[in-house]
């Protein structure tokens, strides 16, 4: 069936370094993709999407590429801070009928000050 | 303003006995999710409203999963005759659209033990 998957468990970076946080997905259907960031103890926050017709989005210290072509997703995470320590989900949206969101296992990002 | 909320926080169960787990979204929003969260893992879609109708409950695992929002707001996922595999985070989470590309909020989590 689809997934999302991450190609690395856990990376570790030193404050104020870029972080690069890579998924793979295998449903070319899907429409949407979104990353979100869980903390301990707390439900996923959304940091970033991207719709399936862009390959490049920018928002504040976070970049999301898009590579349609090998099914790739990717989140860049300027000048990386102690508060982004966090597990990193990528998600695609799609409607079969309803919606549905299907999440890869995560990236766990640790800071380093 | 106020965001997801999710009651209890925690739950501990007796192995067979039914828990029921309360979603509050936020107000107005139309579209509302149910995920479970193993531990160490991505949340897992279980089922999906639209206002008062569940337009997919594809994801619940069994017969003992049972999802309602009778008027379109507040959601609770029932369990009956638990089991210990149905220890999890239960995590919901709503959008005020009923279109993909929308953001979805999500709730703190009830935290589910079955012992």
């Known amino acids: 069936g689809e997934s999302v998957g991450l190609h690395l468990p856990t990376l570790s970076v030193q404050e104020g370094d870029n972080s690069i946080i890579n998924c793979a997905y295998s449903?070319?259907?899907?429409?949407?993709f979104i990353w979100y960031k869980q903390e301990s103890g707390k439900g996923p926050q959304f940091i970033i999407d991207i719709r399936s017709n862009m390959d490049k989005r920018q928002g504040q210290r976070v970049t999301v590429l898009l590579n349609k072509t090998v099914k790739h997703l990717s989140l860049q995470i300027a000048a990386t801070q102690p508060g982004d320590s966090a597990v990193y989900f990528c998600a695609e949206n799609s409607y079969t009928g309803g919606f549905k969101t299907i999440f890869g296992a995560g990236t766990r990002l640790f800071v380093k000050a | 303003g106020a965001g997801v909320s999710q009651s209890p926080r925690y739950k501990v169960a007796k192995r067979g006995q039914d828990v029921a787990l309360r979603c509050d979204p936020i107000s107005g929003h139309v579209s509302l999710f149910w995920y479970q969260q193993a531990l160490g893992q991505g949340p897992e879609f279980l089922t999906y409203f639209q206002n008062e109708a569940q337009l997919d409950k594809s994801g619940l695992p069994s017969d003992r999963f049972f999802a309602e929002r009778p008027e379109g707001s507040v959601s609770t996922l029932k369990i009956q005759r638990t089991q210990q595999e149905d220890s999890a985070v239960y995590l919901c989470a709503s959008s005020l659209a009923a279109i993909v590309q929308e953001t979805q909020y999500f709730g703190p989590g009830t935290r589910l033990l079955v012992l």
């Open positions: 449903n070319s259907a899907s429409d949407y």
